[in-house]
């Protein structure tokens, strides 16, 4: 069973920033795009970054080793206050499937 596994979110002042990782694990023959989405409350679900396109004062990176990717976060502002998700397409034998991690909840205060 493959899984992603978010962690570095939390309680951060606007202007600061934080990290996030995401770690895949599992029986994984490869993991191809690995991006970050966040959710804030009452809105739709929204991409943040792919290797190719990020948004404004974020940046993402990839440890192909570690089967890891991260956002790094920067100037952040109450309005980035949302679940960040994880979200791979992994190759487990001859099946490639979208896989999603839990989420972790970044809140910028003011």
């Known amino acids: 069973q493959v899984q992603l596994v978010e962690s570095g979110g939390g309680l951060v002042q606007a202007g600061g920033s934080l990290r996030l990782s995401c770690v895949a694990s599992?029986?994984?023959?490869?993991?191809?795009?690995m991006d970050w989405y966040r959710q804030a409350p009452g809105k739709q679900r929204e991409l943040v970054a792919t290797?190719?396109?990020?948004?404004a004062r974020f940046t993402i990176s990839r440890n192909n080793a570690k089967n890891t990717v991260y956002l790094q976060m920067n100037s952040l502002k109450p309005e980035d206050t949302a679940v960040y998700y994880c979200?791979?397409?992994?190759?487990?034998?001859?099946?490639?499937?979208?896989?999603w991690g839990q989420g972790t909840q970044v809140t910028v205060s003011s």
């Open positions: 979200s791979a397409d992994i190759a487990t034998g001859w099946r490639t499937s979208r896989i």
């Open positions: 599992g029986n994984i023959s490869s993991i191809y795009a």
């Open positions: 290797i190719s396109s990020v948004r």
